[in-house]
């Protein structure tokens, strides 16, 4: 398997433009994750999905940010409008079936190589 | 609400030193802890996997011991080599409710 692929690996973009960042999970793990890395804030959790479905988007910041998981196979994160502040290292991770019903896997989370976003 | 702290900040040693990562998490009530690496400008890998009814992992010159009452986890590199120089950051799973990652400890390995 190639791993968790995640494009584009960089985005230059102009404030008020809309951003969607694309993730394909490892083939057979049914959560995925997306995840903001700064220097300020580290890494911290949007919004994950079990089977397609969010289980939590509390860490998604505001409305601008959505992210939908149309099919197993696929996600997206989209900002619109982008600002500034928004600029960061948006990484996916997805994991394997298991642990709580309704709940994230238990099992290991494997990372993308993340996408470098830059709002100008 | 679920902190993860890590010490310390950054460590630099000699190559071939034994070394200790410590992570604390400040509710015991976690599903899983995992530890991973990241070399600059890269991605996350996974490193270890401890589940909560588990003490510790170990892969290859890794070890990494779970004390949930505590709150704490420590990551045992031996016999420490420049390869290893990078990012140590663990994550705690809160029974799917959300993930929490530390801040992270940096790793210098000199030759």
């Known amino acids: 398997d190639a791993g968790v692929i995640q494009s584009p690996r960089h985005e230059v973009t102009e404030m008020g433009q809309e951003v969607t960042l694309r993730c394909k999970p490892i083939s057979g793990h049914n959560s995925l994750f997306w995840y903001r890395q700064t220097m300020m804030r580290g890494l911290e959790l949007l919004i994950y999905?079990?089977?397609?479905?969010?289980?939590?988007d509390s860490g998604m910041p505001e409305d601008r940010f959505s992210a939908k998981m149309p099919n197993a196979s696929f996600s997206t994160l989209k900002i619109q409008p982008s600002e500034p502040r928004d600029s960061a290292v948006y990484f996916c991770a997805s994991s394997s079936p298991g642990g709580n019903s309704g709940g994230a896997s238990y099992n290991e989370q494997f990372f993308g190589p993340g996408t470098r976003l830059t709002v100008l | 609400k679920q902190e993860v702290t890590q010490i310390p900040a950054a460590l630099s040693v000699p190559e071939g030193e034994n070394l200790v990562l410590n992570c604390s998490f400040t509710d015991s009530a976690i599903y899983n802890l995992q530890w991973f690496r990241q070399d600059p400008g890269k991605g996350l890998t996974s490193l270890l996997l401890?589940?909560?009814?588990?003490r510790e992992q170990t892969s290859g010159r890794l070890n990494a011991s779970l004390d949930k009452s505590s709150g704490r986890s420590t990551l045992y590199i031996a016999a420490s080599q420049p390869g290893d120089s990078a990012t140590y950051l663990c994550a705690v799973d809160n029974y799917g409710q959300n993930f929490v990652f530390g801040p992270g400890t940096r790793l210098s390995v000199l030759p």
């Open positions: 999905f079990n089977n397609n479905v969010p289980i939590d």
């Open positions: 401890i589940q909560s009814s588990q």
